[in-house]
């Protein structure tokens, strides 16, 4: 052996520098190769993430956010202004509809807002009683007409002795004006009619419009008094809006009984899955650990534009009333579009597609993965129904995790055994893997 080892020395020796150099890297890049495949961490094997294929219930929800809307609450506002001698009722108590809340002593603006829109009320109920007069008068004509075409009608001249019309002689002059005169103040009077209607209606603006102005805050509606801000010896200035108009001064809030509606904004892909009176749960930010439940009542399929996006209002009625929640509390909501029982669940994460559109998960055999095709059902957030393909039991594969392989030299900047040779340049390098 040390003979063998002596003469391939004394080759060695024998040979020229450029040969002495290329075996040298020869041995050296071996010796390279074998101990990156001792050492690399590349023999440690991929790690599953599973989960179990289990019977249980699905529940198929669209989520939503919006707020409260404000349908059950009435605001009790007026345009007076002055100084409050009495205050009616206080926050909580019950009103009915007309009821006093406060007194104003009225300034000097105030008593010429209240002054114009009495005088505007008072020209608004003799507009009523004149439309009234006139219908009927209109009235009166019209049964006087109708009594003398009926005389004429029953005349032996345009009817028979049994009562049939004499349709020749009803063709004359004398029986169309008759008729004509009857069927004119007819229409008279039911034109005058609406003209009442009408005037009663202007009227009761007028009236509204008084109430607003008058030294006397009336609530609008029945309910419960919420938010009252006056108390004896409060001013109440006057406001104007962006069209230098005077605003009514809001003073408190009338809440009704009707149960809270909140309305949630879904998207356009969302909205075609909900429909009417389907269950919702609904929960508020500012007690987000209580759960409300509801039904939709209603959609709003025309939807709403904002900088681009569009999204469908959907209110939601709840199936109690709390003190707790307020007008225009930001809410959250899951309706409930679907759901089945006792059914065959997977993660949702473990359903993969094909190209053709058939649908499979991987299960773990002998620690390796394998395809099994599955027919799906109904599929929630986390959730997916297995209508054939698994038994209950199966272990799915919901995700890979890969080692790190830090043996391996990718990058430009990391260097092999023999970067040292050729100048660094594109071929003096060797990228394992």
């Known amino acids: ?75 009790v506002s ?16 019950e009103v009915k509809t007309g009821d ?43 049964f006087t007409n109708w009594d003398a075409f009926m005389k004429i009608a029953q005349n032996g001249t345009y009817q ?8 020749i002689n009803r063709a004359l002059p004398e029986f169309h004006i ?15 009619q609406n003209i009442v209607n009408q005037s009663q209606i202007g009227l009761s603006a007028a009236w509204s419009a008084y109430q607003q102005t008058s030294p006397t805050i009336y609530a609008p509606i029945s309910g419960t008094v919420s938010g009252l801000s006056l108390q004896i010896g409060s001013v109440i200035v006057a406001t104007t809006n962006s069209n230098s108009a005077q605003s009514a001064t809001k003073i408190a809030s009338v809440k009704t009984k009707a149960l ?63 003190s707790s929640i307020l007008p225009n509390m930001a809410a959250s909501a899951n309706i409930i579009t679907a759901t089945k029982d006792n059914v065959l669940l997977v ?26 095709a599955v027919e799906v059902g109904l599929s929630s957030d986390t959730q997916t129904e297995i209508i054939s393909g698994l038994t209950e039991g199966s272990i799915v594969i919901t995700g890979t995790t890969s080692p790190a392989r830090t043996g391996q030299t990718s990058s430009a900047g990391s260097q092999s055994p023999f970067s040292s040779f050729g100048g660094g340049g594109r071929g003096g390098g060797f990228i394992g893997r």
């Open 1 to 75: 052996m040390k003979s063998f080892f002596k003469s391939l020395s004394n080759r060695f020796i024998k040979l020229g520098l450029p040969i002495k150099i290329i075996i040298v890297m020869l041995c050296i890049g071996g010796m390279w190769l074998i101990l990156s495949k001792i050492i690399s961490p590349n023999a440690k094997t991929s790690t599953y993430q599973t989960g179990v294929a289990e019977m249980g219930n699905l529940v198929v929800t669209v989520t939503g956010s919006g707020q409260v809307s404000t349908s059950n609450n009435g605001t």
């Open 78 to 93: 007026t345009l007076a202004t002055g100084v409050v001698t009495k205050v009616y009722v206080q926050d909580g108590d």
């Open 100 to 142: 006093k809340i406060a007194e104003v002593e009225l300034d000097l603006k105030g008593q010429q807002n209240a002054n114009e829109a009495l005088s505007s009320y008072q020209s608004a109920r003799n507009t009523v009683d004149t439309a009234k007069a006139n219908m009927f008068s209109t009235q009166s004509t019209m």
């Open 160 to 167: 028979y002795e049994d009562g049939r019309p004499n349709n």
């Open 178 to 192: 008759a008729d004509d005169n009857w069927l004119s103040s007819e229409a008279k009077y039911k034109v005058q």
């Open 260 to 322: 809270p509606t909140v309305s949630i904004n879904l998207t356009e892909i969302d909205v075609p899955k909900i429909h009417l009176g389907d269950k919702a749960t609904v929960t508020f930010d500012a007690f987000s650990d209580k759960t409300f439940t509801g039904k939709v009542i209603s959609i709003d399929t025309s939807g709403v534009v904002s900088s681009g996006v569009t999204t469908y209002p959907a209110v939601i009625k709840l199936d109690v009333e709390s």
């Open 347 to 372: 993660p949702a994460t473990s359903v993969k597609k094909q190209a053709d559109g058939s649908q499979y998960v991987q299960i773990l055999k002998n620690n390796k993965p394998v395809d099994v």
